[in-house]
């Protein structure tokens, strides 16, 4: 089993920046491929980022994401620039035990899941 916590939600100006985090335990993080998810009110849950041995991003929200990781911590990072409205969502921290080259961007394909952290874009 890996447990995942995320932090760094909140309320934000649009054009303003934001950076989440989630740590992991339960498995060797090295191991893990690890993704970002976010669901706003009324909307299906979406890819936007993902990273094993390279990192990739939704279309949508490419060139304003830096996703990383720091193995040492176990710990992986979303780097969030010149937010809208449109980001205002619960973004969840998600993880495969299986380490691939590129994140894979449904979400039945990951196994693990964090409690979602809400992100609020005010205009």
């Known amino acids: 089993q890996v447990q995942l916590v995320e932090y760094g939600g909140g309320l934000v100006q649009a054009g303003g920046s934001l950076r989440l985090s989630c740590t992991a335990s339960?498995?060797?993080?090295?191991?893990?491929?690890m993704a970002w998810f976010r669901q706003a009110s009324g909307k299906e849950r979406e890819f936007v980022a993902g990273i094993g041995a390279n990192a990739n991003y939704a279309d949508s929200m490419k060139g304003r994401l830096t996703i990383s990781r720091d193995n040492a911590k176990s710990t992986v990072y979303l780097q969030m620039n010149n937010l809208n409205s449109e980001d205002t969502a619960v973004y969840y921290c998600a993880a495969i035990s299986t380490y691939y080259y590129t994140a894979p961007t449904t979400d039945r394909s990951y196994h693990y899941w964090g409690q979602g952290t809400q992100v609020t874009v005010s205009s």
């Open positions: 339960g498995r060797t993080f090295s191991r893990l491929t």
